[in-house]
């Protein structure tokens, strides 16, 4: 079926012009003209400027467009997608859709270019007043080009995580973007071209089309705008990077809410596509950081003639990443309690084992091997005199997962609607408590009994690492995981009980 | 033999505390109108919901017109319509824009006389160029039927359609029924209101607590009926009606009142009709014969089917 007689794309296109679409459009063409008419003025009387030059003029003008472009586009787009859906599923019309013989894909498609359209045309608008004031800028062509394609990739990805949203939550979509921004923000200026983040959302694609050396040297003399990220030591266009990245996280969103459009039942992630999409985001992750070390950390980093804001902070940093992202996915492919009592009535199994291997705590495992293999990409030829440091880290992410999937099961069993806040409450209670303890009592032992702790500490602090300390840590958290588990079988086992 | 168009074993649906449906099986042939009773919360909509795909069931199959939901869904999607208990409508489209859209979701044939048709069927061709958010409870679920019905589905699953309807627009719905039943679709409709649903069902299904409690033909159930309560006038008293009731082994609790009687008959039809007949030749000039309360709520009644706690 074309796009043009998808029946969900254009009764969406017919609400849209409904609603109007021309003050909008008006809107973005004022934006548009008034800073073309700045450049225009700036050539006609370069001295009321402080430009050094027209290509520096045409670079801030330009930069304006695509930072609208990017507000209306990125995030007007998803939330804009997000509430359509939510809003249709809310009303019953997803449901209606949903029985027709439309094909998942079509209706996923209808929801993702359909309610958007107004801010497609805004940036339409604005894209076209970019092109001209690149070229009266003197600007080179591919600036324009990369940049929209950017921008353009990225609106389409955030269009996917948009109806990801909108389908697994019925507000608060404006929230989530705001948190994806606030967390990817303070990243982006650590080490430019060596966090994830920055290729994720475009960050450093963009940067690094506007910046030129002069410019570089002049505004961003601590950091690395400059020149081409490198995935394990080769050099790769950042733009292609991020499409690349935005390319085959999409394919999972996709796969994710074809699946679920299909049948609503089944969890958001499969167990397989939760690892998969973990081996990628850290494999790409340690591939950036790879010529740091080249597998010998924790020897000094090398520089490779850039300036880093801190590069030794730069693995502790992504060993945080690891744990958010872990624990994302878990949350995301942990299933329903009550979905496996229905499918132990279904296929009769009662056994603990058929529930290990359905619930997250399978996958925990899954995932706390993936992260140690990434992380032993950074230590595999000193693993001499680093093995204790890999050890801590890998065994604290084990637990971690662990503690999170036990936590979550645990308390979706026993606490059912109220489960999310326990678990954040004994979250809070295992990691964040002894941090505020520490601060309390002024006594830094307090902070060491942390969940988060170990991995931090033998990432960061390698003059003082205390291991015997951080043995009995690791101990004591296991110890936190046995009893767990011990709650999460009788929780189970009660549900199956029930079952039979 | 061939399937019936609706088919449905042992479907069970479990909800966290409580089996919604439970081993539920009925089936349904063309021309079939079958009334889906049961008091709040026995499970009719879950069982329409299950049918139609929309909640996941524990055990069992649905098959329509040959095809089974778990192997087929888009088969049938093609031949089942469901029309749920609200009506989901896009509120700024027009009456028209709104069946449109699912004409082209299901790919209707002549889709423009096929809208206007529909629009006919269920009163809506002046509203046609109307909001949906401008039309009232009463056409938007007549709206919402006419999307269902714009397929041209073979079973229609129908939850609860007259409840927003005025009387009206119930006796259109009758009408609407009485030419599906014609046209030889299987349509499930289900009500915890029996008046609605008297005079045109030929079969029933009442479900209690998630169970199918009884099912069958309205003739069938009847007969099931241990008693049948029922009263009687006559014009001109002359003592002969007190005993023709009162020498039939059936009539029990016989109260006379005035030139008239209530009693229990516990009979076949068949002989209700014979009692009936016997009054007529032996001179009794009855203006009035008639059952107290209609046939499905009897039936409902002696079920023993209850609100539940």
Partial sequence: ?500 | MPDPLLAIERLRVDFPEVVAVNDLSLALEPGDVCGLIGPNGAGKTTTMRAISGLQEFTRGSVRVGGHELAREPDELKKRLGFMPDFCPTYDQLTASEFLEHFARAFAVANRTQRIEECLELTWLTDKRNSPCEELSRGMKQRLVLAKTLLPDPQVLLLDEPASGLDPLGRIELRKILLQLHDAGKAVLISSHILSELSGFCNKAAIMERGRLVKFGTIAELGRQMGSRRMSVKWRVDTGAALEILSSSGAVKNLEAAGFGAAFDFEGEPDALDELLKTLVVQGVRVCEWRGDGDELEQIFLQSGAKELM
Wanted: contains cysteine.
């Fill in chain 1, 1 to 500: 079926m074309k796009l043009f007689e998808n029946p969900v794309f254009l009764t969406h296109k017919r609400l849209v012009h409904r609603n109007g679409v021309l003050a909008a459009v008006l809107i973005a063409t004022l934006i548009g003209f008034s800073l073309l008419a700045g450049l225009i003025s700036y050539l006609t009387d370069p001295g009321a400027f402080h430009f050094s030059s027209v290509q520096e003029a045409g670079k801030t003008f330009y930069g304006w467009v695509i930072g609208v472009e990017i507000l209306v586009l990125v995030v007007g787009g998803f939330s804009r997608v997000a509430r359509a859906l939510a809003d249709d599923r809310k009303a019953g019309l997803w449901d209606s859709n949903r029985l027709t013989p439309l094909k998942p894909a079509q209706l996923i498609i209808g929801y993702w270019l359909g309610p958007a359209l107004r801010e497609f045309y805004m940036a339409a608008a604005l894209a076209g007043f970019g092109l001209v004031i690149v070229l009266a800028g003197h600007l080179p062509l591919t600036l324009w080009l990369g940049t929209q394609v950017l921008i353009a990739g990225t609106a389409l990805f955030f269009g996917l995580l948009g109806l990801l949203a909108g389908m697994a939550f019925q507000r608060s979509q404006g929230i989530l973007i705001f948190l994806v921004f606030l967390f990817a923000y303070p990243f982006s200026f650590i080490a430019p071209s060596r966090m994830l983040t920055n290729f994720l959302l475009p960050i450093y694609g963009i940067g690094n089309l506007f910046s030129s050396r002069s410019l570089s040297e002049t505004y961003h003399s601590n950091m690395d705008w400059n020149g081409l990220p490198e995935i394990f030591g080769v050099p790769i266009y950042p733009v292609v990077l991020s499409l690349g990245l935005q390319l085959i996280i999409g394919a999972f969103v996709w796969r994710a809410l074809v699946r679920k459009t299909a049948n609503p039942f089944q969890p958001l992630l499969l167990r397989w596509e939760a690892v998969a999409l973990f081996v990628v985001l850290l494999a790409s992750q340690h591939a950036l950081l790879w010529d740091l070390w080249r597998g010998q950390f924790p020897m000094p980093a090398t520089n490779s003639g850039r300036n880093y804001f801190d590069r030794e902070t730069l693995l502790p940093v992504v060993h945080g990443g690891t744990m958010v992202i872990g624990i994302l996915l878990l949350a995301f492919a942990s299933p329903s309690p009550e979905h496996v009592r229905v499918e132990s009535l279904r296929l009769g199994f009662k056994n603990p084992g058929a529930i290990f291997s359905r619930s997250a705590v399978s996958l925990a495992l899954a995932l706390a091997v993936v992260a140690g293999a990434a992380l032993l990409t950074q230590v595999m030829f000193s693993l001499a005199g680093s093995f204790q440091i890999f050890c801590v880290a890998a065994v604290n992410l084990l637990e971690i997962f662990l503690v999170f999937a036990l936590l979550l099961e645990f308390c979706r069993l026993r606490h059912r609607r109220r489960a999310l806040g326990f678990v954040a409450l004994w979250l809070f209670i295992l990691c964040i408590i002894p941090f505020i303890l520490a601060g309390v009592f002024s006594n830094q032992a307090f902070a060491r009994i942390s969940l988060l702790s170990p991995g931090f500490l033998a990432l960061s602090d390698r003059n003082d690492p205390e291991w015997r300390i951080q043995f009995w840590t690791l101990l004591a958290h296991f110890g936190v995981i046995v009893l767990l588990f011990i709650g999460w079988r009788r929780q189970w086992k009660k549900l199956l009980q029930k079952a039979v």
